[in-house]
């Protein structure tokens, strides 16, 4: 899948940029592929039925509603 090709692209930038201790392009690449990773999760609730309430403590939203 389209996805999965550009996760590994992003790994292997990174990587990259780690060998030639580029610490400014790694960072740049690891922010971007967090944010992408969280973006493409979030479309996916039912795999993280647990969730952090607002006092910090896990919910199973899975057995709400």
Do not use: C, M, V, W
Request: no cysteine.
């Amino acid at each position: 899948s389209d996805n999965f090709k550009s996760a590994h692209y992003e790994h292997h930038l990174l990587l990259s940029a780690i060998a030639k201790a580029d610490l400014d392009d790694a960072e740049r690449i690891i922010f971007g592929h967090i944010r992408r990773t969280r973006l493409e999760l979030a479309q996916h609730p039912h795999l993280f039925p647990h969730r952090l309430n607002k006092k910090g403590r896990y919910t199973d939203q899975s057995r709400s509603g």
